[in-house]
């Protein structure tokens, strides 16, 4: 069956891996993000379209209801999150975080999730088997030992998100699952593949293929499954 897809922030890194892994021939996918992805180049049997639009801003979202008006959305998949400037470097100092920036991480990492999603809900209202993924993190989880404080709480608040979504859309049998990656080898785009992201970082960070592989089978269940979350580290992990 040709599914239709909606994916944001998906111009780069996982998100891109996500639209060029994901679809099939046949199959229609929204690009949400703020620049063009170079995905549109390609020609595979799959239509790819850009919706330029800027996640900071929630009131932006209908300019993505308007141009989806009435279209069936059988997947949404949010892959939005950003963090603390130097937060992942030895001497990150949360004392040291500005007010704005704290305020920036929140607004973007959950507000906009729950505004872009509900905007989009009769969208996927009119597919018999919708599916809503958010992407976490491992950092969201307990005892991760980050103190990264605004991210890590907007990436623990975004599995609160997930849990009562849930059960909002239950009656609708649309599955909302929420998937925790560990670090990732984004910056190995997707059509390089897997060995030479294991390669670059000596098998410390997760090839964004093994992600886009869960994706596929939560994607690929019937209505009557549903997969509440996903935890993935990198195996060298000990602190996941």
């Not at 030479?196 to 098998?203: D, F, L, R, V």
Request: charged share 20%; with cysteine; net charge negative.
């Amino acid at each position: 069956m040709v599914k239709n897809y909606i994916v944001f922030g998906a111009s780069k890194g996982l998100g891109d891996a996500f639209v060029k892994g994901l679809p099939n021939v046949g199959d229609q996918v929204w690009i949400v993000s703020r620049s063009r992805p170079n995905s549109l180049d390609i020609n595979d049997g799959v239509q790819r379209i850009w919706l330029e639009a800027d996640l900071s801003q929630p009131s932006n979202r209908y300019i993505i209801t308007e141009a989806l008006q009435n279209e069936r959305i059988d997947v949404l998949i949010y892959n939005v999150g950003v963090w603390e400037k130097e937060g992942f470097e030895d001497h990150y100092n949360f004392e040291l975080d500005e007010l704005e920036d704290i305020a920036s991480i929140i607004n973007i990492n959950l507000t906009s999730t729950i505004t872009y999603i509900q905007a989009l809900l009769p969208n996927l209202r009119r597919s018999n088997s919708g599916k809503i993924i958010l992407i976490g993190s491992t950092a969201g989880l307990d005892h991760t030992n980050s103190s990264q404080v605004s991210f890590v709480t907007s990436k623990f608040g975004l599995r609160g998100i997930t849990n009562a979504l849930r059960e909002h859309v239950r009656k609708d049998k649309i599955a909302v699952t929420c998937i925790n990656p560990g670090e990732l080898a984004a910056e190995i785009p997707f059509e390089e593949g897997a060995e030479k992201a294991i390669s670059e970082y000596n098998g410390t960070r997760i090839p964004v293929q093994d992600i886009v592989s869960l994706v596929k089978c939560v994607v690929n269940l019937s209505n009557v499954a549903c997969v509440k979350e996903i935890n993935v580290p990198a195996i060298t992990d000990l602190n996941a």
